[in-house]
């Protein structure tokens, strides 16, 4: 089944590491998403990226940085410049341009540290 | 004002009732509008996209009112299975960026 992977599930980062999340798809879409989900806010724009080899930032795009090599994929580091990462981090794709066609998510990855 | 608002609820309602949830947006040039439920500690998914003229999947009707600039989602025969946080999103240009998610309205269906 087409679908979007994210690991690690959960992941722990200590003080002044860089840690990377990894995001796969097997849907052919052109367009993937990185955000962030912290309690009681929207979801908010970290990167987004249309085609392969470009990437756009979005609205909370410091302390993290992207690469999108493949299609299938958009991996999203979050460096030791960001201050207070932890939160709920979800990759999306679509097909549509602007997901006028609707997101689909990944099950995410919660990132705490320690 | 907020791009996209929403009532965060809880909304506490027994199996069987209508619920209604309404979602307002600022833009007036907002171009597609979507609900997606979101369950505890999961992703987002796709309940429905909001059509000008409305829509209806089996117990649940989504309605654009593009004067008041607001879109809703009634629920009916509420199913246990239904708690859930529903949140509204609005695509404001068309483009990619400009894709706004509320902070969600969260339903609790009791038996």
């Known amino acids: 089944d087409g679908g979007i992977t994210q690991s690690p599930k959960y992941l722990f980062r200590k003080e002044g590491q860089n840690v990377t999340l990894s995001c796969e798809q097997n849907?052919?879409?052109?367009?993937m998403y990185w955000y962030r989900q912290d309690p009681g806010q929207g979801l908010r724009l970290i990167y987004y990226?249309?085609?392969?080899?470009?990437?756009q930032k979005g609205d909370i795009a410091e302390g993290y940085s992207v690469s999108r090599e493949k299609k299938e994929s958009f991996p999203l580091t979050v460096t030791s410049a960001q201050k207070n990462p932890t939160a709920f981090y979800l990759c999306a794709s679509s097909s549509g341009q602007g997901g006028m066609g609707g997101y689909t998510f990944g099950s995410g990855t919660r990132l705490t540290v320690v | 004002r907020k791009e996209v608002e929403q009532d965060p609820g809880p909304f506490n309602v027994p199996e069987g009732a209508t619920v209604a949830f309404n979602c307002t947006y600022s833009?007036?040039?907002?171009?597609?509008f979507f609900w997606y439920r979101q369950d505890c500690r999961k992703e987002p998914k796709l309940l429905m996209s909001v059509y000008s003229s409305g829509n209806e999947d089996g117990r649940f009707t989504a309605q654009l009112n593009r004067a008041s600039q607001y879109i809703s989602l009634l629920i009916r025969d509420s199913k246990l299975s239904d708690s859930a946080t529903y949140l509204c999103v609005v695509n404001i240009d068309g483009g990619y960026q400009k894709v706004t998610f509320g902070t969600g309205t969260k339903l609790q269906v009791i038996p």
């Open positions: 849907l052919n879409h052109d367009a």
């Open positions: 833009n007036s040039a907002s171009q597609s």
């Open positions: 990226s249309q085609i392969v080899n470009d990437f």
